[in-house]
């Protein structure tokens, strides 16, 4: 039997994100796409340095959360860290994700024994 190789990172993100949409708590999701793009005459930076690949809003708190998805193995970087401390000194959730279920865990706490 051959092996699966580990899911791609876009993989989860379409996963976490469908997960937070399906969730009656969460109003608002969104992929947030981070880098640059020349245009003809201009150079355009979108998103901030080091921010989450999904964010969320949380009901009726209005509390942000911030998932940084990886490929199990995979650490943030240092911008990314940075990025995740800062919404959890704010107040808000931050979650570094490999899978749909570290999200879940970090919204609802572990499952319950049987």
């Known amino acids: 039997m051959i092996a699966k190789p580990p899911r ?3 993989e989860i993100v379409r996963g976490i994100v469908g997960y937070l949409r399906m969730r ?10 981070v880098g640059a793009a020349t ?6 930076r979108y998103g901030a340095p080091g921010q989450s690949d999904v964010l969320a809003v949380q009901r ?3 509390r942000l959360i911030a998932v940084e ?3 199990p193995g995979r650490k943030p970087t240092a911008a990314q860290q940075a990025f995740l ?4 000194r704010a ?9 749909v279920d570290d999200v879940r ?3 609802d706490g572990p499952p319950e024994a049987p």
């Open 69 to 71: 998805c990886k490929r």
């Open 105 to 107: 865990q970090a919204l």
């Open 39 to 44: 245009l003809p005459g201009r150079f355009i």
């Open 60 to 62: 009726p708190s209005g």
């Open 85 to 88: 401390d800062g919404v959890n």
């Open 24 to 33: 009656p708590d969460i109003e608002l999701v969104w992929r947030q796409n």
């Open 8 to 10: 791609s990172e876009t």
């Open 91 to 99: 107040g808000g959730i931050a979650i570094l994700a490999t899978c």
